[in-house]
Structures are given as structure tokens and as C-alpha cells.
């Protein structure tokens, strides 16, 4: 099939000297909260000029997919580009807050630190992943918070098949109390420990040393307890070395976590609010203030410190709850700069001078062209027991298990949930991929056979207009006078259905689909 030659707008970073329609306003950015003071000063004080404010599509789109995981439907960018009201930022913002994709995306972000997933090396085994997924879910669709998360996590008791949040302690490759310990300091404190001296770590791992699994009589449950017998011998410490170096007393009479989860949730702690700021930070701008999220270390310290310090203060004013700090950064000027930069080289990319253009994460990605296309997707799982049944309607963002994929999702970079870094998901693009939408048999009946490009061929009432709904569909956008020219060039004054898939699947390959920018 012969690809269109229609010009495709280039997202990736190019120092900008002028606005680039239709991609930014052509005005100086102005800070719209506490955030955005003190990054603009950081970037004056380094002599470094932030980008132009993003565009209304540009917004729209980068957006709904941050927040939702989605792709805006053409009738949401219709409406969003014509409407004047100068709040409509804001309200696009709260509306996200509340959608069902929202949940579905975030508890797809969380269940990639928790290692939510059946299959080696974490075994939780089906039924105890759909129980940890849906209490991870029902803990972001109530928008617990976030020091509440922590300690109902590090404190759980129960059966892995009836108390979701217990297969925290399952969801590790060894349940030995060290590497408890690494998974613990890896979530919750942004901190690998592979760096930490012994004795720090085994000092962190005796809080977690009298958890006791044991098996029942239903095949794969395993309940979690505090196995007091533990506490009460003769030779059981009294206190333990908590991470910062301050001692604890330990009692007989109380499970040492509730001692730790006391210790990392109360309000100074160096850790807990700056790793969780940072990580939702992380999530919404593709680099952290302190990056990679969970490499926290003295000898990597944050961009910059006051922003971070400004975040948790977000965090902590908000009562840990973590949509109201997604809004903050979210109707912020640093999270609506143009990705076209001003100002270029590693200071101006970890002070955020213009946002990041990243690919859009694989679930994402699938979803986006399947919804354009209005095709589904074919999941499978290495677990033949019991059946892991999933409908192909299923959006890949609302998968409950790791194991659960297909090769669309290998080859774009799904993590594996092995060990909860967020290294492991690769956004990197590779000559694969771009086989894969280029030539393969799987992208190109989803555009000549999706009933939704079916039905846009139909309502197309000539070329212009086809081209403008193509524009909007998958773009969020209207085309711009050269787009035009060159996409009529092409097809002539009546478009038929084999120039409209050129054109689509010209554009599915442009890293304006593929991106966030």
C-alpha cells in the first residue's frame, strides 16, 4: 500500500525564535501559581528562556492523554477549540479528575510500582492480581490519601485473594525480609538500595521480619500476618535503626511495620512527600525533578530544590491527596509550555524549560489507534490456570495483570512489572516499531477495516471536509493551509477510501500521533 505524501507537522524540540502555529501562542509564558515563581526564576537565574505557552489543541491532546491515557475524540476538540471562555483550561482539568479513564490510567501507573502480575518472577498467581488491582483501583478512583495508601499497604494482614493490599508483601521475588526492605524504600522512598551500607538495610529489614505467610486450603492463597511468636523470644530485639539513623523501640505487643509506617508517613520525613511528589511530577512531565523518580541518593540531587520543596508543600496542604496535586501541576504555566524549546542543552531540559516530547506510553498507544479505527485488541497471558478470559473490547490501560498482553504491547515498550523502577518501561522507539506501523498486516486492517474509518469515509462530504475530520480524529487539530494543499494534492477533489487510509496511516506514522509534545 502506497504511503501518502502529505506533510506531517514535527513535533521534536527545535530551538524556536518565532511562534510555531499550530503548536503555541505567540506570547511570553506568565506564571499561574506558586510552582511556576520558582521555576521562572531558577531558569532566569541560569540565563535560560522558557518556551511560549502551548496551543489550545496542543493542550487538549497532551492533556486528556497525561491525565486519561486517551486520545481526544474530534467532537472534544471541536468544542474545546471553540470555546472562548478563558477558564476552559481549568475545566478540562477538573472533567479529567473525574473520568472513569482517569482511574483506569493512574491505577495502571501505581500497579506498575506495586509489580502488579501473575506470571514469573512475582507469582502472585490470577486471583490475588485482580484482588491487589482492584484495591489499587478503589484506592485511586477514591482518591485515598497517599500516606493512607502507604500505610494500609505496609501494614496489611490477610488472605492475598480477599485483602488486595497484602499482596504488596507478595509481590516481590523473595519474601526474605531484605528484599521486603528494597521493595518498601523503592516505592515509598524514591531510594535504591543496592547503594545503602549493610548494616542500613538490615536495620530497615527488621521492621519487616516477623510477617508470616501461610498457606490454606485453597489452592495458591496465602494469608499475611504479624507472627507475634517472633516478638515474644528471648533474643528479639527491642529496637530497630530506622533509614535516617534514629532508633525505635520495638514492643512485643505491637507489629514492628505499624513502628515503620509511623516513622515514614508523619509530616518531616526526608523521603515520603519528596518521593511522592516527585513521582506524580515525573508521570505528568516525563522527567522528575529528582531523576529517574526512584533514584533518590545525595549524589543525585534534584534540578531544583526549591521546586520540589514547593511540591511537597502542594502535597501536604492537600492533605496527601494526590488529584489535587495532579491539578496544581496540571493548570500550571511549566506544565503548559510549548515543547518547542527556547533555550536547549541539559540545564534547560532538567529545569523544564519546555515540556518533554515523549511517546505515548504502549497501552496508550493502542488504544489511541484502535479508537480512531474502531478496532480491538487480542490479549493473552502465560497462566493456563485458572482461564484468564479477557474481552477484546478490554482497553489496554485498564489491564489488571502484567501478564496479561499481547505483541503490540512487547514490542512498544510495556514494563515487565518485575521490579517496580520505572526504568523499566522504554518510551525509546526502535526500527521494529517503526516496521510495525509502517508495513505490518495488524495497523493496516484496523484502518481499511475499522468501522470507524469506515464511518468517517462516509461523512466525509468531500475532500476538504475528510481531511478536516482526519485532522481532528487523530490529530485533535485542524490542518493548517499547507496540510491542506499537500493532502488535495494528493487525493484530488473526491476523496476515496484508499486515499483516506493513505492519509491516516501517513499520519499515524508522524510523531505527532506517535508523541506527547
Same mark, same amino acid.
Given at each position: 500500500m502506497a504511503q501518502a505524501g502529505v506533510t506531517v507537522q514535527d513535533p521534536r524540540p527545535k530551538a524556536s525564535t518565532e511562534? @510555531?502555529?499550530?503548536?503555541?501562542?505567540?506570547?511570553?509564558?506568565?506564571? *499561574?501559581?506558586?510552582?511556576?515563581? +520558582? &521555576?521562572f526564576a531558577e531558569l532566569? !537565574?541560569?540565563? *535560560?528562556?522558557?518556551?511560549?505557552?502551548?496551543?489550545?489543541?496542543?493542550? *487538549?491532546?497532551?492533556? +486528556?492523554l497525561d491525565a486519561a491515557g486517551t486520545l481526544p475524540t474530534a467532537a472534544e476538540a471541536r468544542s474545546f477549540l471553540a470555546d472562548k471562555a478563558p477558564d476552559k483550561r481549568a475545566?478540562?482539568?477538573?472533567?479529567?479528575?473525574?473520568?472513569?479513564?482517569?482511574?483506569?490510567? #493512574?491505577?495502571?501507573? #501505581?500497579c506498575d510500582a506495586l509489580r502488579v502480575k501473575a506470571e514469573f518472577p512475582i507469582n502472585l498467581w490470577p486471583n490475588a492480581v485482580q484482588a491487589y488491582h482492584r484495591w489499587v483501583r478503589e484506592a485511586v478512583r477514591a482518591d485515598m490519601p497517599y500516606d493512607r495508601m502507604a500505610r494500609a499497604l505496609l501494614t496489611a494482614s490477610g488472605s492475598n485473594f480477599r485483602n488486595g493490599s497484602v499482596n504488596f508483601f507478595r509481590a516481590v521475588q523473595s519474601k526474605d525480609p531484605a528484599s521486603i526492605a528494597r521493595a518498601v524504600a523503592l516505592t515509598f522512598m524514591g531510594c535504591r538500595t543496592d547503594r545503602w551500607p549493610? @548494616? !542500613?538495610?538490615d536495620g530497615m529489614a527488621l521492621f519487616f521480619s516477623q510477617i508470616a505467610f501461610k498457606h490454606t486450603l485453597e489452592w495458591k492463597e496465602e494469608v499475611i500476618v504479624w507472627d507475634q511468636a517472633k516478638a515474644l523470644v528471648p533474643k528479639a530485639p !527491642?529496637?530497630?535503626? /530506622?533509614?535516617?539513623?534514629? !532508633?525505635?523501640? &520495638?514492643?512485643?505487643?505491637?507489629?514492628?511495620?505499624?513502628?515503620?509506617?509511623? #516513622? /515514614?508517613?508523619?509530616?518531616?520525613?526526608?523521603?515520603f512527600a519528596a518521593a511522592a511528589a516527585n513521582r506524580v511530577w515525573f508521570w505528568l512531565m516525563g522527567r522528575g525533578i529528582i531523576h529517574e523518580p526512584d533514584d533518590m541518593r545525595p549524589d543525585n540531587p534534584p534540578s531544583c530544590p526549591a521546586l520540589l520543596a514547593q511540591l511537597q508543600r502542594e502535597l501536604a496542604s492537600g492533605k496527601y491527596g494526590l488529584r489535587s496535586l495532579i491539578r496544581t501541576i496540571m493548570n500550571s504555566a511549566a506544565y503548559q509550555l510549548s515543547s518547542i524549546p527556547r533555550s536547549t542543552g541539559p540545564a534547560a531540559e532538567a529545569l523544564f524549560a519546555a515540556y518533554p516530547v515523549r511517546r505515548l506510553e504502549a497501552e496508550a498507544l493502542v488504544? @489511541? +489507534?484502535?479508537?480512531?479505527t474502531g478496532t480491538t485488541e487480542t490479549y493473552s497471558s502465560p497462566i493456563p490456570e485458572p482461564f484468564t478470559f479477557i474481552p477484546e473490547s478490554k482497553r489496554s490501560i485498564a489491564l489488571a495483570d502484567g501478564s496479561t498482553s499481547s505483541a503490540f504491547l512487547e514490542l512498544f515498550g510495556r514494563p515487565a512489572r518485575d521490579t517496580g523502577m520505572a526504568l523499566e518501561r522504554s518510551g525509546k522507539p526502535t526500527a521494529g516499531q517503526s516496521l510495525h506501523l509502517l508495513n505490518s498486516s495488524h495497523i493496516m486492517q484496523k484502518l481499511e477495516r475499522g468501522p470507524e474509518m469506515q464511518q468517517l469515509y462516509i461523512e466525509a462530504r468531500n475532500t476538504a471536509d475528510g481531511i478536516e475530520r482526519l485532522y481532528l480524529t487523530l490529530l485533535s487539530r485542524l490542518p493548517t493551509d499547507a496540510e491542506r494543499a499537500a493532502a488535495q494534492s494528493y487525493a484530488g477533489p473526491s476523496l476515496t477510501k484508499a486515499e483516506l487510509v493513505d492519509l491516516a496511516w501517513a499520519l499515524i506514522n508522524g510523531p505527532e500521533f506517535l508523541c506527547k509534545h
Open positions: 511562534a @510555531a502555529a499550530p503548536f503555541e501562542q505567540a506570547r511570553e509564558p506568565v506564571p *499561574l501559581c506558586k510552582l511556576d515563581q +520558582i &521555576l532566569k !537565574r541560569k540565563g *535560560l528562556k522558557p518556551a511560549r505557552p502551548c496551543s489550545d489543541a496542543v493542550f *487538549l491532546r497532551r492533556a +486528556i475545566r478540562l482539568v477538573d472533567g479529567l479528575l473525574a473520568r472513569e479513564e482517569f482511574v483506569d490510567f #493512574w491505577t495502571l501507573r #501505581w549493610r @548494616a !542500613r538495610l !527491642r529496637s530497630a535503626v /530506622l533509614p535516617d539513623g534514629s !532508633r525505635v523501640a &520495638l514492643s512485643a505487643e505491637r507489629d514492628p511495620r505499624f513502628a515503620f509506617a509511623d #516513622w /515514614l508517613t508523619k509530616p518531616g520525613n526526608p523521603w488504544d @489511541a +489507534i484502535n479508537q480512531v
